[in-house]
C-alpha cells in the first residue's frame, strides 16, 4: 500500500515539475532527505524515483519561463572550486575501483545543488525549501523523539535504513542541523498553532538526539544550543527554557545512556574512541602522504588501513566530515 501511494503521489506531482521546476527542487529534495522509499516493503523500496524527479526538472529547466540567476558570493565561489577539486583529486584517488561510482554521485548531487541556486532566489522559494528540509528530516525527529520518550531512551535512534543517515550518529547530525530551521519557521510564522507545532518539533527532535545515544551530537548539541542562546533577544527566558529541557530529558534516561556519554572524558578506555583516533590518525597519515590531493574517495578501506594507521589492524569510521 506504501508503494503505491508513494508512486501516485509523485506522479501526481510530475506535472507541477513540468509547469514549474522550482517544484521539481522541492520533490527532489523531500526524496532525497526523507528518503520515503525507504519506509516501503516493495517495488518501491529501490525504485528511482529521485532520479526520474531530477531529470524532470534538469529537462523542463532550459524551456522554463521561471527566473534563473546565479547567486554569486564567496560562498558559491568556493562551492564551485570545491566540486572542482573533488573532481580533479579523484584523478589520484587510492581507492580508484570505488572512487568513481562515489565521485559520480557527488557530481548528480552537486548538479541539483547548482539547480536550486538557479531557481530558488526568491524568499518565497527558500521559506518552502527550508520547511521541506525542515520537514523531511524531521520525521525521524518528531518520530525518534516519541519512541525515545515511550522507552525511556532505552533504544537507539535510526534514520531511514540505505541512506546517508542510517546511522545513530548521522541522524543525530543530520537533527542537529534541523533544529535551528524550525526555530526559523517558528519565529518567521504568524500562526500560532504553527509556532506550536514548531516547537513540539524542536522538542521531540531534541529527544530523538539524545535517544541516539551518539556522543558526538552530545557535543555537537550543546554547541548548537549554545549558539542559539547567543542569538536569542532574551537570553535570561531562552537559557531557562533550555536549561530546564534539558533538565527533563535527562532525568528519564536511563544510566547506560549516562556511562556512554561518561566516556567522551574518559576515552582513553574506550574502543570505539580510540578506533576513532585512529581513523584520525590515518587519514593525517594519508594527507602527509599525498599533501595536495588527499587519498580521494573511499579511502577509508582496511587494506589502506594496513598501510597508514597507527593500529593497522582496527578499522574504524573516521565520522568527522574534516578528516
Not at 229 to 239: A, F, H, M, V
Request: aromatic share 14%; proline share 5%.
Amino acid at each position: 500500500m506504501r508503494d503505491l501511494l508513494l508512486l501516485i503521489i509523485v506522479a501526481g506531482l510530475m506535472p507541477y515539475i513540468i509547469m514549474r521546476p522550482t517544484t521539481g527542487v522541492l520533490v527532489w529534495s523531500w526524496l532525497g532527505y526523507m528518503n520515503p522509499h525507504r519506509l516501503t516493503w516493495g517495488f518501491a523500496y529501490n525504485f528511482p524515483f529521485v532520479m526520474i524527479v531530477a531529470i524532470a526538472t534538469l529537462v523542463v529547466l532550459p524551456f522554463s519561463k521561471q527566473p534563473k540567476r546565479m547567486p554569486w558570493s564567496p560562498l558559491t565561489v568556493v562551492w564551485l572550486l570545491w566540486v572542482s577539486w573533488m573532481s580533479f583529486t579523484t584523478l589520484f584517488a587510492l581507492n580508484a575501483v570505488d572512487a568513481g561510482p562515489e565521485w559520480e554521485r557527488a557530481m548528480k548531487i552537486q548538479a541539483m545543488v547548482l539547480v536550486t541556486l538557479l531557481l530558488m532566489g526568491e524568499r518565497e522559494h527558500i521559506h518552502r525549501l527550508v520547511w521541506v528540509i525542515a520537514l523531511s528530516i524531521g520525521f525521524f525527529g518528531i518520530k525518534g523523539g516519541l519512541f525515545t520518550i515511550l522507552t525511556g531512551g532505552n533504544y537507539l535512534v535510526w534514520g531511514p535504513p540505505y541512506s546517508f543517515i542510517a546511522g545513530n550518529n548521522e541522524i543525530a547530525l543530520a537533527l542537529l542541523t534541523v533544529l535551528p530551521l524550525f526555530r526559523y519557521l517558528q519565529v518567521t510564522s504568524e500562526n500560532i498553532w504553527v509556532k506550536r507545532g514548531c516547537l513540539a518539533a524542536m522538542v521531540l527532535c531534541g529527544a530523538s538526539i539524545l535517544g541516539s545515544w551518539s556522543r558526538g551530537a552530545l557535543v555537537g548539541g550543546a554547541a548548537m544550543f549554545f549558539v542559539l542562546w547567543l542569538k536569542s533577544r532574551n537570553k535570561w527566558l531562552s537559557g531557562a527554557a533550555i536549561a530546564l529541557a534539558a533538565l527533563a530529558f535527562l532525568a528519564f534516561l536511563p544510566e547506560g545512556w549516562f556511562e556512554r556519554m561518561g566516556t567522551i572524558g574518559t576515552y582513553q578506555q574506550d574502543a570505539s574512541a580510540l578506533g576513532r583516533i585512529n581513523a584520525w590518525s590515518f587519514a593525517i597519515n594519508i594527507a602527509n602522504d599525498h599533501p595536495l590531493v588527499g587519498g580521494g574517495f573511499r579511502a577509508f578501506t582496511p587494506e589502506l588501513f594496513l598501510k597508514y594507521a597507527p593500529v593497522p589492524t582496527d578499522f574504524h569510521d573516521a565520522h568527522s566530515i574534516y578528516f
